[in-house]
């Protein structure tokens, strides 16, 4: 089966740079997205097809990808980005679509 | 605008069957897949499966084949997701999930605001 695998937890203080790290074998041929849960709301994109952002979203996200890893970038990180963060993409067929087991941001 | 709005809290017996609901409204209802999604308490998201609203067409994670069926109703623009012998593994908030294309990549633009499930004796 298709898996994509995260850092449970990553943590920074106010105004450092967070790197999330997303790693899978589709990832080379398949795009990646990432989702924003903050506690007890729902899932929201913040980015897709590996680096593009849905209007809205604060320029400090951005997003990568190369080989076999994809990466979302938080500049400058704010105590709001506090949450969990979550990649997904697909299999070839882009039937199915699996997620990360998600990374839990600290904002210390 | 675009909105989904899911059916209310449940809670089951082991071994019962859920229906939950996900009613579309502000878009074209058979033009987006849409799909399942689970939470665990505590955990990360699980993928579930797609329906077509244009035909009821539907795929499933093998890990659920033969309890999980999808339907639509496109007079209603809703869809169901019904899952049956349930487990107290199932205990899940389910999400419905409009899929969006842009550019060779399928992702998830609108959801649902969550269906508490609870599994217990």
């Known amino acids: 089966s298709s898996e994509l695998t995260q850092p449970p937890s990553v943590s920074v203080s106010p105004g450092q740079t967070a790197r999330i790290t997303c790693s899978g074998d589709?990832?080379?041929?398949?795009?990646a997205s990432w989702y924003q849960q903050k506690a007890g709301q729902v899932p929201t994109v913040i980015i897709y097809?590996?680096?593009q952002k849905p209007a809205g979203v604060p320029e400090r996200f951005s997003g990568s990808s190369s080989g076999t890893t994809a990466t979302l970038t938080i500049t400058g990180v704010q105590a709001e980005d506090e949450a969990d963060y979550y990649c997904?993409?697909?299999?070839?067929?882009?039937?199915?679509?699996?997620f990360g087991g998600g990374t839990r941001l600290t904002v210390l | 605008q675009v909105h989904l709005e899911q059916s209310g809290a449940e809670i089951h017996k082991p071994g019962a069957s859920l229906k939950v609901s996900c009613k579309a409204s502000?878009?074209?209802?058979?033009?987006?897949?849409i799909h399942w999604v689970r939470q665990a308490p505590g955990q990360g998201l699980e993928w579930l499966g797609i329906?077509?609203?244009?035909?009821?067409?539907?795929t499933y994670t093998q890990k659920l084949q033969g309890r999980l069926t999808m339907t639509r109703d496109t007079s209603t623009t809703t869809v169901y997701m019904e899952l049956s012998s349930l487990r107290s593994e199932d205990t899940a908030i389910y999400y419905c999930?409009?899929?969006?294309?842009?550019?060779?990549?399928?992702?998830?633009?609108?959801w649902g605001q969550g269906t508490l499930v609870t599994v217990s004796s």
């Open positions: 502000g878009y074209t209802f058979i033009k987006y897949y």
């Open positions: 997904q993409s697909a299999d070839s067929s882009s039937t199915y679509l699996f």
């Open positions: 999930a409009r899929r969006q294309y842009e550019g060779g990549h399928y992702y998830f633009d609108y």
């Open positions: 329906i077509k609203p244009g035909d009821g067409s539907a």
């Open positions: 589709t990832l080379p041929d398949e795009y």
């Open positions: 097809r590996d680096d």
